[in-house]
Structure formats: structure tokens, C-alpha cells
């Protein structure tokens, strides 16, 4: 099994996962969401192999979730996951599955554990903060 990403080239922290992903040695999957969606079948299989619902998958900031009346903790599971099916920006992500599981990777650090190798060094996160030092060493 390859690594896949559910990715969107927009989000820093997407694109900091897919660089970690690929300096490892890795060649990812790389599905844009955002341009292919999601059916129901894939995001409970998603959901549940990362143990997340939809609440604890939705993105709260920079998405419709508010306008959308989502973030009332009395919506149930079934509104908020056909909410993601018509717009795909409510997912957050990067959806990390690899051999070794399946990771919302936020923060990006998470994909570490999905690698069967860390990438060289040095590496940081999206706000400058160290992942691997110059030895290959992951930090923190």
C-alpha cells in the first residue's frame, strides 16, 4: 500500500505533510479534495480508520462551518457529514493513510508516525518551528 494524502495546496500544513511525505522518500497518492470531493462511503471509512467523526473532523476556521450553523453542538453526525459531501473545505485536513494507519495530520509533526523513514534534515513546520535537526533527528 502507497501513502495517500488528502491534500489541498492551499493549506500550509498540507503542504508542509506532503514535503515531509516526499523527503522521506516517499511518492504519495495526492488526491485534491477540494476538486474531487468526497463520497459517504470514503469519508466514514476515512473517519473511522483515523478514529474521528464528523465534529472532530470538521474544519472550524476558514470554512462555511459557521455561516452554515455547524458549530452548534446540537447538530448530529449525519447534518455535519452531508454538509462535508456539498462542501469539501468542511474536512480538515491533511487525511494522512499510510501502511502504519491512518492520521488527520494536524499538526503536520503527526505524519511522522506514518513513515517507515524520516526524512533528512532540517526540516520545519509552516510557522518555522524545527521537525527533524540537521542529523535527521526528529525535534520535540
Known amino acids: 500500500m502507497s501513502i495517500v494524502i488528502h491534500h489541498n495546496p492551499d493549506c500550509g500544513t498540507s503542504r508542509i505533510v506532503l514535503a515531509i511525505i516526499t523527503a522521506s522518500g516517499e511518492t504519495p497518492?495526492?488526491?485534491?479534495?477540494?476538486?474531487?470531493?468526497?463520497?459517504?462511503?470514503?469519508?466514514?471509512?476515512?473517519?473511522?480508520?483515523?478514529?474521528?467523526?464528523?465534529?472532530?473532523?470538521?474544519?472550524?476556521?476558514?470554512?462555511?462551518?459557521?455561516?452554515?450553523?455547524?458549530?452548534?453542538?446540537?447538530?448530529?453526525?449525519?447534518?455535519?457529514l452531508a454538509a462535508m459531501l456539498d462542501h469539501p473545505v468542511l474536512v480538515n485536513r491533511p487525511i494522512v493513510c499510510s501502511p502504519k494507519g491512518v492520521r488527520l495530520c494536524r499538526p503536520s509533526e503527526t505524519v511522522l508516525d506514518l513513515l517507515d523513514h524520516l526524512?533528512?534534515?532540517?526540516?520545519?513546520?509552516?510557522?518555522?518551528?524545527?521537525?527533524?535537526?540537521?542529523?535527521g533527528n526528529r525535534v520535540g
Open 29 to 80: 497518492v495526492v488526491v485534491e479534495y477540494l476538486k474531487t470531493g468526497w463520497t459517504r462511503p470514503q469519508l466514514l471509512a476515512l473517519f473511522a480508520a483515523a478514529d474521528l467523526t464528523p465534529r472532530t473532523a470538521l474544519r472550524t476556521t476558514k470554512s462555511p462551518a459557521e455561516q452554515l450553523g455547524l458549530l452548534d453542538p446540537s447538530v448530529d453526525d449525519e447534518t455535519l
Open 119 to 135: 526524512p533528512s534534515g532540517p526540516m520545519v513546520k509552516e510557522d518555522g518551528t524545527p521537525l527533524i535537526d540537521a542529523d
